[in-house]
């Protein structure tokens, strides 16, 4: 599986950004598609995830009501919507296509990451 990511950017507090993931296909080993992200000094993140088989979405607290995951099966893409950005969202996002949902495993497949910057 490969991914591919698009979408970050600059942003104002409160502004919106979309994150593309578009994923080369998909296997029983790659049916979750989640959204990490990392800011500089900080541990790696999960922010959201679903999975193919079944629709199941999840979000962390900090984004709940704020980020929403949408997907679009003909071209195994999933987007991550973000709005009302906050300046500690700030922090480049990752793609990635992994067998458990909201959970890192050693054969997950990464995306390039994107940056996204909110300024205050």
């Known amino acids: 599986v490969q991914l591919v990511e698009s979408g970050g950017g600059t942003v104002q507090a409160g502004g919106s950004l979309r994150l593309s993931c578009a994923a080369s296909?998909?296997?029983?080993?790659?049916?979750?598609i989640m959204w990490f992200r990392q800011a500089p000094g900080k541990e790696r993140e999960f922010v959201a995830g679903?999975?193919?088989?079944?629709?199941?979405?999840i979000y962390e607290d900090p984004v709940k009501g704020r980020f929403s995951i949408s997907r679009d099966g003909a071209k195994n893409t999933v987007y991550l919507q973000m709005n009302s950005l906050k300046p500690e969202d700030t922090a480049v996002y990752y793609c990635?296509?992994?067998?458990?949902?909201?959970?890192?495993?050693?054969?997950?497949?990464w995306g390039q990451g994107t940056q996204v910057t909110v300024s205050s």
């Open positions: 679903t999975r193919w088989s079944n629709s199941i979405t």
């Open positions: 296909e998909r296997t029983f080993y790659s049916d979750a």
């Open positions: 990635v296509a992994g067998a458990v949902l909201g959970r890192v495993g050693a054969d997950d497949t």
